[in-house]
């Protein structure tokens, strides 16, 4: 059988590792550079804690020492009806199909009024700008997201590094960060416990939590929030609201969201088509774990149907490390609809469990089964 995975990140480089576990067959992973980095840790090169270099491993070499076939190619286009992919480096065939192409985050910011007076904290060069400005800046610091973007925890984040960093320096601007949810940050966690002392925290920290408000355009020094407030700023920090890339929603693969619609747990999108990580469309953020978690769950199904194997399901949730400058701290809402785990909490040291955990995934190429999830019990009556 030959497996066919779109994308080096998180998921796709997740579903390789585990199909090569448990099958012989044929896997090709293609991706536009062989150079993968380990973004969630991004945020520590804003004050040299962690290097560029520290970041990145060569997935082609991590692939072929396993005897998966690593193509360095751009997806151009997906031809569900024929089985192929389109490539600048040829067509390809597939009996399965893992789409792992990340969120589109770069064509959603363009898409921001003004995005070019702003800079996005997810690319590599959007946080090397960010810290360039964030060590010359003698003004104020904006941090936030566009309506409906689904991943805020890197822009809480950015505010505490910024506030840090400001602070280092004697600097006397203000950090402004704006949530989309009207009671702040980790606003969406049902526990009003949990916002309650998120939110005091980032007060104490002298941010200016700015709740329920969304960025709709961003001018010279100003940004237009939701609700009409102009916020004025010399740094603009900025998520965009997400979708999935235009090449999968070109081949009608994206749902009314933008995103494509999966069953849940097992992200299946049809027979031979499962759709991974930020491109999916589900109810949590997307990060890296819930990435790595689909194509866990997404392996499993294929495993099931291919060799009769049952292995454990995942349920999503929410576990967001704050990096924060000489602070940090921990955020975890996992539920499997039995149990709930909730933690909230400050402190260095989970910076450190972090820096360490980073440094497994880019040594292991991101092969790191271990995404402290809880189980999900499936019925197999029904196609998971
Ligand atoms: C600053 C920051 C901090 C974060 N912190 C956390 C955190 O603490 N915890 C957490 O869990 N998550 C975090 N996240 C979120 C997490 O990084 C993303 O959710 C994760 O990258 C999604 O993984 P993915 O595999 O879906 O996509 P990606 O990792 O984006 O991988 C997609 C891959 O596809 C390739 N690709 C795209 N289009 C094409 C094409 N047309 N042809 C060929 N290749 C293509 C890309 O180059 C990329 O290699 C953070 C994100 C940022 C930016």
Request: hydrophobic content about 40%.
């Amino acid at each position: 059988m030959k497996f066919l995975i779109l994308g080096a990140g998180y998921a796709g480089l997740t579903v390789a590792h585990k199909l090569r576990r448990y099958l012989n067959d044929e896997i090709t992973v293609i991706s536009e550079s062989r150079v993968v980095r380990e973004n969630t840790i991004f945020p520590l090169l804003l004050t040299d804690e962690v290097k560029v270099e520290e970041t990145e491993f060569d997935a082609k070499v991590a692939m072929e020492r396993k005897g998966v076939n690593f193509v360095e190619g751009r997806v151009t286009q997906i031809l569900p009806e024929s089985r192929e992919a389109k490539t600048d480096k040829g067509t390809f065939d597939y009996d399965y199909l893992f789409l792992a192409l990340g969120g589109g985050y770069e064509e959603n910011f363009r898409r921001i009024p003004g995005h070019e007076n702003a800079v996005m904290h997810h690319t590599l060069d959007g946080f090397l700008k960010l810290k360039e400005m964030l060590w010359n800046t003698e003004g104020n610091v904006f941090v936030g997201n566009a309506p409906g973007s689904p991943i805020e925890g890197p822009s809480y984040q950015v505010a505490l590094i910024a506030e840090y960093i400001l602070r280092r320096r004697g600097v006397k601007g203000k950090v402004y960060l704006a949530t989309q949810s009207p009671k702040g940050v980790f606003g969406p966690i049902p526990l009003d416990w949990v916002h309650e002392k998120a939110n005091s925290y980032f007060e104490r920290r002298g941010i200016s939590v700015l709740k329920g408000k969304a960025v709709k355009e961003i001018k010279r020094g100003k940004v237009v929030l939701s609700d009409g407030q102009e916020v004025e700023a010399d740094v603009i920090s900025v998520l965009p609201s997400l979708s999935a890339p235009k090449v999968v929603r070109d081949a009608g693969l994206a749902g009314n969201s933008g995103f494509v619609e999966v069953k849940l747990p097992s992200f299946r999108k049809d027979d031979r088509i499962f759709a991974l990580g930020d491109l999916a469309q589900t109810p949590f953020p997307r990060t890296a774990r819930a990435a790595m978690i689909s194509a866990e769950n997404a392996v499993s199904s294929v495993l099931r149907e291919v060799k009769g194997l049952e292995l454990p399901m995942y349920s999503l949730g929410v576990l967001c490390v704050m990096e924060g400058g000489d602070d940090g701290g921990i955020l975890r809402f996992d539920t499997n609809g039995k149990e709930v785990k909730t933690t909230l909490a400050f402190g260095k040291s989970y910076v450190t469990i972090k820096k360490l955990y980073s440094k497994l995934l880019v040594k292991r190429a991101f092969d790191v089964p271990y995404h402290g999830a809880l189980t999900v019990e499936i019925r197999y009556n029904f196609s998971p």
